[in-house]
C-alpha cells in the first residue's frame, strides 16, 4: 500500500483490511486497522514515511519492529522508489496550498514507544527530505505567495508588498524564512518546513529555530506543510510561539568537541590531600 501511495495509485484501505482479516481470523478489521497504525510508527521511528491516513499509534511488540525490519531488508525496489519521488523534480512556480488542518494531537517519534533500537538502515528519509533544498525552497515561496494573497485579499496591499522571502533576501541564519504581517501590522516570522508524506510525520529544527522563537514568541510562527504537491493537495498547519511549548523536542545529535580535564588538589579536614578530576 505504501509503494502505491507514493506512486499516485488509488487503493481502499478498507478492502485491504477486510480481505487480510479472511486470512487471519482471529483479528478483526479493526483489529488489523490499529497494527497497520502501529507499522506507521514504527516506519517513522526507522526514517521512513508511512502510509497517508494510517496516523502512528505507539504500545506495540519488540517483535513488530523486527518482522518490519526484516521486511524492509527484502524490499529493495522500495528504497528505489522512495528516492526517485523524494528527488523529483518539482513544477516551476509556486504550488497553492489548497487546504489548513489543525496541528496533530500527537506525533510519536521513537520505536517502542521510548525504548529504542538501532537503526540497521542507511537511509533515513525523513532527515533526506529535511536536507532536500529545491522542496525547502519551494515550499517558503509557497508560503510567501499565500501570505500576500492573504494581505490583499483584505485590503492591506502595502503590507502584502512589504512580504519579503528573508531566507533568499538576507540569508538563513535568522531562524525564519518569510517575513509577513498579520491583519494588524504586526510581523509574523514564519518558519517554513516541508514535506510531502503525511500530516503527522515529524521535522527537524534548529537551535537557532528554537532560540528565536523562545526570544520572541509574539512574532514567531511554524508553517508546516504536507503532501506537498500531492494529488489530494498541499496543507498547512501553523504552531505559533515558543517551538519549546508547542512541540516535543527529541535530541537526535549533539555537537562535540574533547572535554578539558583539570585535576583540582585540595586538603580534607584533616589535612590529608584530595584530588577530584573534573
Not at 509574523?188 to 537557532?208: H, L, M, N, Q, S
Request: net charge positive; aromatic share 8%; glycine share 8%.
Amino acid at each position: 500500500m505504501l509503494v502505491m501511495d507514493v506512486q499516485g495509485k488509488q487503493f481502499v484501505k478498507a478492502a485491504v483490511y477486510r480481505e487480510l482479516a479472511t486470512r487471519f481470523t482471529s483479528r478483526s478489521v479493526n483489529s488489523i486497522e490499529r497494527k497497520m497504525s502501529n507499522i506507521s510508527a514504527v516506519m517513522v521511528g526507522l526514517g521512513y514515511p508511512h502510509l497517508r491516513g494510517l496516523s502512528p499509534l505507539a504500545n506495540y511488540q519488540r517483535s513488530l519492529v523486527e518482522s518490519v525490519i526484516g521486511e524492509l531488508s527484502r524490499r529493495e525496489s522500495l528504497d528505489a522508489i522512495l528516492e526517485a519521488v523524494l528527488f523529483e523534480t518539482l513544477p516551476l512556480g509556486p504550488i497553492d496550498i489548497t487546504r489548513e488542518a489543525d496541528a496533530p494531537l500527537e506525533v510519536i517519534t521513537d520505536l517502542q514507544h521510548g525504548r529504542g533500537i538501532a537503526r540497521p538502515f542507511k537511509r533515513d528519509y525523513l532527515e533526506l527530505e529535511a536536507a532536500n533544498r529545491a522542496l525547502g525552497l519551494a515550499g517558503e515561496l509557497a508560503v510567501a505567495r499565500r501570505e500576500q494573497n492573504f494581505l490583499h485579499s483584505i485590503g492591506r496591499t502595502k503590507l502584502a508588498d512589504r512580504v519579503e522571502h528573508v531566507a533568499q533576501t538576507k540569508g538563513d541564519g535568522l531562524g525564519y524564512d518569510v517575513l509577513s504581517f498579520d491583519r494588524t501590522g504586526r510581523e509574523k516570522w514564519i518558519e517554513v518546513k516541508t514535506t510531502k508524506y503525511a500530516i503527522d510525520v515529524p521535522f527537524f529544527v534548529t537551535r537557532g529555530e528554537v532560540r528565536v522563537s523562545s526570544a520572541s514568541p509574539e512574532l514567531y510562527h511554524l508553517y508546516r506543510l504536507f503532501g506537498f504537491g500531492s494529488s489530494k493537495g498541499t496543507g498547512l498547519y501553523r504552531l505559533r510561539g515558543d517551538l519549546k511549548k508547542s512541540c516535543r523536542l527529541d535530541a537526535i545529535s549533539y555537537e562535540a568537541a574533547p572535554k578539558r580535564q583539570l585535576n583540582v588538589s585540595f586538603m580534607d579536614d584533616s589535612g590529608n590531600p584530595v584530588a577530584i578530576l573534573c
